[in-house]
T-cell receptor, first 115, second 117 residues
Framework: KAGVTQTPRYLIKTRGQQVTLSCSPI?????VSWYQQTPGQGLQFLFE???????NKGNFPGRFSGRQFSNSRSEMNVSTLELGDSALYLC??????????????FGPGTRLTVL | AQKVTQAQTEISVVEKEDVTLDCVYE???????LFWYKQPPSGELVFLIR??????QNEISGRYSWNFQKSTSSFNFTITASQVVDSAVYFC??????????????FGGGTRLMVKP
């Protein structure tokens, strides 16, 4: 099976712009989660989607949003970019076959630089 | 609230040495899952192991072994006969099963392991 894929891998934006990141989960996986990784804050949970519904959201401002499509692919959007949004954004997928939690498998990440 | 602490921020060893990475967690849930992930320089988090709160058996997989002790809320990871390819950042993580947090992982700060030849 192919792993989790994320596009683009690298992105450079300027302050005030918006950005959309994409994630394709492992085939058959219905849950997609997003995490932000920075040197200062470490790995932090952004949100999780399951069957096109947001199940949980981390402590991030409303500028961070996401969605999931019927094929389980997910996108996350950050509007009005700030310098502090520079980070590695990781997407993870799980099968969640009848359970509330399951092992998450991560993609290679999108490295976002905000200038 | 759940919390994971990895007190060792950086460890340096010489190849073939054994090394133990510590992980201490906090949770109020009775059912939870603990994980270890490896992050090589490429950035992708690689899943290593998952352990549920009802299974305190230690696990061994090749040169890797894990020691789970509920009494001390610890889930330590040992690499035997370390190799240069083991150099990476290792993360311990926790997921609670009995609340409304969904499939959220709470990560420790990570331990950077450097194995020198």
């Amino acid at each position: 099976k192919a792993g989790v894929t994320q596009t683009p891998r690298y992105l450079i934006k300027t302050r005030g712009q918006q950005v959309t990141l994409s994630c394709s989960p492992i085939s058959g996986h219905r849950s997609v989660s997003w995490y932000q990784q920075t040197p200062g804050q470490g790995l932090q949970f952004l949100f999780e989607y399951f069957s096109e519904t947001q199940r949980n959201k981390g402590n991030f401002p409303g500028r961070f949003s996401g969605r999931q499509f019927s094929n389980s692919r997910s996108e996350m959007n950050v509007s009005t970019l700030e310098l502090g949004d520079s980070a590695l954004y990781l997407c993870a997928s799980s099968s969640l076959a009848g359970e509330r939690t399951d092992t998450q498998y991560f993609g290679p990440g999108t490295r976002l630089t905000v200038l | 609230a759940q919390k994971v602490t990895q007190a060792q921020t950086e460890i340096s060893v010489v190849e073939k040495e054994d090394v133990t990475l510590d992980c201490v967690y906090e949770t109020r849930d009775t059912t939870y899952y603990l994980f270890w992930y490896k992050q090589p320089p490429s950035g992708e988090l690689v899943f290593l192991i998952r352990r549920n709160s009802f299974d305190e058996q230690n696990e061994i997989s090749g040169r890797y072994s894990w020691n789970f002790q509920k009494s001390t809320s610890s889930f330590n990871f040992t690499i035997t006969a370390s190799q240069v390819v083991d150099s990476a950042v290792y993360f311990c993580a926790l997921s609670e099963a009995n609340n409304n947090a969904g499939n959220m992982l709470t990560f420790g700060g990570g331990t950077r392991l450097m194995v020198k030849p």
